[in-house]
């Protein structure tokens, strides 16, 4: 039976091999990697999923995810995470559901963007001045309106994030076996993840773990490939 694959699959491939081939190259010319051992190198680097699996506890997300109200210590929904090396905003957009780091959480966080360098924010605090986010950062807000905001640990809290504590954008979730799918980003990032979900994503390998705890309630842990999440 023949398989067709998709332009749009192809071409993601491609570029993901020709980066492969150019970390294997400099392995070798640092000679971390044997001339010998070069094509098995560079199989591996071309084989490694390129997406980072995230666990979500906490009801900061609410209602996009975690929807069954996820306490601050139980395991929720399994995000696949697209790593973004040079966050900045022509990769990260007004809508997009990101992971940032702060030092205000040991953990990573999850929160959407809701407004860009440039643009104005206009207080709802009396006596605090509008003002402008400072290029270089964005403003990143917790979707569950109803949040105590000493809770909501995001912008309002932390002020401007820059651009450079952004980790990835969020493309998929799974919370139950059927309950799952592509999270809703800005149309930007959209268009911009298409080739990737579709080279990278296998729903049915994903979904494995939480299908897991569906079946077996008690087994419910964090994968050692996976990084905790609020």
Request: net charge negative; glycine share 8%; aromatic share 6%.
């Amino acid at each position: 039976m023949t398989h067709f694959v998709s332009f749009g699959k192809a071409r993601y491939i491609f570029r993901k091999s020709v980066e492969a081939l150019a970390k294997t190259t400099t392995a070798v010319a640092d000679g971390r990697v044997g001339v010998g051992e070069a094509m098995q190198h560079w199989r591996t680097l071309l084989a490694k999923p390129g997406f980072l699996t995230l666990r979500l506890r906490g009801a900061a997300m609410e209602p996009t995810l975690n929807m069954g109200g996820g306490g601050a210590t139980e395991l929720g929904d399994r995000l696949l995470l697209r790593p973004l090396p040079h966050p900045d905003p022509s990769t990260v957009f007004v809508g997009d559901v990101v992971a940032f780091s702060t030092e205000r959480s040991s953990s990573v966080l999850v929160r959407r963007v809701v407004a860009g360098a440039g643009d104005e924010m206009m207080s709802s605090q009396a006596g605090e001045e509008d003002f402008r986010l400072p290029s270089g950062t964005c403003w990143l807000a917790a979707d569950n309106l109803r949040l105590p905001l000493q809770s909501a640990v995001d912008s309002r809290q932390v002020g401007p994030v820059a651009y450079s504590s952004i980790l990835g954008r969020v493309l998929y979730f799974s919370s139950s076996k059927m309950h799952h799918g592509d999270l809703l980003n800005s149309l930007e990032a959209m268009r911009m993840d298409a080739e990737f979900l579709e080279a990278e994503l296998d729903v049915d390998t994903f979904c494995k773990q939480i299908m897991a705890e569906d079946t077996q309630p008690n087994s419910c842990s964090i994968d050692p490939n996976e990084t905790l999440a609020e």
